[in-house]
């Protein structure tokens, strides 16, 4: 099977969860016998050489790139780098037509223009599968009228695919309420890569825990305050307990960024802000961490609390539907914590008595690790294939 691949953010430097998972998948796809894929992504114009950083197992894989701005490459949103993908990709008409694709797949709304610049003849289309990763049509943290903006984009998709598949029931629900066609809800996984970190590293001593994390893309959808609020009300606390704040995540809007990391520093000046981290890096943060808080009230899937969770690191997200992640990690279970995140006082109680309970941490993480490492991205993309193939009868 031929698939092409478009993704606005494959490539390096990721800044998103949706580059990790899109970029986790290729390679795992590739070890499927018979599939070649050709990826058609988009880079920053300041770098120097396109990295992918994954093995491709001797399969066949091309990757052609368009460049864009650096100053537009940390956003997935409208004012991104959408349009110089959508048409800078029309210079590889002829090369994706003689590699001559059974099947695109194309990553959220951004795939849209693509697609149809890549394949100008209706009559000619491959079957196209949407991946939506996020229904930005519907996300919190966004204006009315930007909202409005992405609707007719993501309608257009589900319109056009032959399958819709998204990481969860909450964006599956908001695609058929939006398009009237069905989605199809597939949980994902944590990348190999991550795995193969976790098993090594999980064998050596672990070092003492000493963060309250937030890991997630700094943008306003995510709604980083609350865990600043939260750091706020509990800052005597945390210094008694010796507990660091940490906020980690690519900075997509320089205003937001800005108002989140003066907040954390008035807050808890000696909090710990980075941008996004390397794997490596991001998996020693885990084993440091008591507790990983989620901030957003609406989360396509989630990745970083499965992550968190293979170090050990229990998350507590906000309990609702919306919450992705909460198709695979089970509060009933004992895997995850949820608590109503738009109630301050409920929250940040919660968070002290989960703080003063180490044990509780420890097998709320513990439970939370053993599922994370019972479903591996090969059955994901295994499942995804199926779909692939099925858009082919």
Known sequence: MRILWLALECAEPLFSGNGTLSRSMVPTLLEIPNVQILVVCAVA???TSIRFNFETHGKAFTALTVKIPASKWRSLRRDGSWKEYNDGVIQYQKSVQDFNPDVVVGIDWHSLGPYKNLFPDEKRRPPYVYLNFRAFHASPGFSEEELKWYAPFEKECCDLASKTVTLGTPDAKLLKTLSGHEAIPLTCTVSPHIVDIANKINKTPAPPREY???????SQEKTIERFISVVEKLSRFLKEQNIRPFLCGARSDPKYTEACVSGLKKAF???VIVDFLSMEQLCEVYRKTWLN????????????????????????????????????????????????????????????????????LEQVGSNCAKRSISYTTREYCEKLYEIFKSVLK
């Open 45 to 47: 114009d300041d770098q």
């Open 212 to 218: 309250f994390l937030c890991c997630c893309r700094i």
């Open 293 to 360: 808080f989620h901030p957003a009230l609406y989360e396509a899937y989630g990745l970083t609390m499965v992550e968190a969770g293979l170090f050990g690191a229990p998350s507590i997200a906000h309990h609702s539907d919306d919450i992705g992640a909460l198709d695979f990690l089970s509060p009933a279970r004992g895997e995850i914590f949820t608590e109503d995140l738009t109630d301050l006082e409920k929250t940040t109680v919660k968070v002290k008595e989960l703080l003063c309970d180490k044990k509780k």
């Open 269 to 271: 000046p000696d909090s």
